[in-house]
T-cell receptor
Framework: DAKTTQPNSMESNEEEPVHLPCNHS???????IHWYRQLPSQGPEYVIH???SNVNNRMASLAIAEDRKSSTLILHRATLRDAAVYYC?????????????FGGGTRLMVKP | GAVVSQHPSRVICKSGTSVKIECRSLDFQATTMFWYRQFPKQSLMLMAT?????????EQGVEKDKFLINHASLTLSTLTVTSAHPEDSSFYICSVPRQGATDTQYFGPGTRLTVL
């Protein structure tokens, strides 16, 4: 799976939107963009994923650049419970079911 | 509710003892499970792939004789840390892949191992 680049950390105020960027300039045509997050002292949890079009679910939105070389995870109203490490991971759809390769992720801090 | 469980959630042991960690898939059968290790302030690192009915596949640098994996059934995989030492202290996390349109992975809550 191709590599991603994320900022080490970001800060946000509670109740405000948060935009978490991810660069993946070497993405291939068969790579899905997945986001997971890891709350303190817990296992990671799935957040959202997409291929080309923007995606929305109850947790977040995923905005994917037209050239697919970058994407942004959007939390519309950050809460203190959203403080976590967010991982952007590329998954080749031909490798479905294989392990995930985690990068450093972005540590999101939410201030009250 | 939880899809994957791990037991125990925390364990403290003396150096030289062995520790068994269980990973259970609660909602569906899993022919494959993954074991990760996470040291403080670091990302998750894959240790091994647990395969039901066959031997586990270990990542480079992970000693298979030290980290014994048994995929006993389609819902249970166990990781045994043999002759544990303080440097084995870590957060151990298992995951279960859910194949299909979402290609989602479900992670267990993790097991915190402290070796004194």
């Amino acid at each position: 799976d191709a590599k991603t680049t994320q900022p080490n950390s970001m800060e946000s105020n509670e109740e405000e939107p948060v935009h978490l960027p991810c660069n993946h300039s070497t993405i291939s045509g068969t790579d899905y963009i997945h986001w997971y997050r890891q709350l303190p002292s817990q296992g990671p949890e799935y957040v959202i994923h997409g291929l080309t079009s923007n995606v929305n679910n109850r947790m977040a939105s995923l905005a994917i650049a037209e050239d697919r070389k970058s994407s942004t995870l959007i939390l519309h109203r950050a809460t203190l419970r959203d403080a976590a490490v967010y991982y952007c991971i590329l998954r080749d759809r031909n490798n479905a079911g294989n392990m995930l390769t985690f990068g450093g992720g972005t540590r999101l801090m939410v201030k009250p | 509710g939880a899809v994957v469980s791990q037991h125990p959630s925390r364990v403290i042991c003396k150096s030289g003892t062995s520790v068994k960690i269980e990973c259970r898939s609660l909602d569906f059968q899993a022919t494959t499970m993954f074991w990760y290790r996470q040291f403080p302030k670091q990302s998750l690192m894959l240790m091994a792939t647990s395969n039901e009915g066959s031997k586990a596949t270990y990542e480079q640098g992970v000693e298979k004789d030290k980290f014994l994996i048994n995929h006993a059934s389609l819902t249970l995989s166990t990781l045994t840390v043999t002759s544990a030492h303080p440097e084995d202290s870590s957060f151990y996390i298992c995951s279960v892949p859910r194949q299909g349109a979402t290609d989602t992975q479900y992670f267990g809550p993790g097991t915190r191992l402290t070796v004194l």
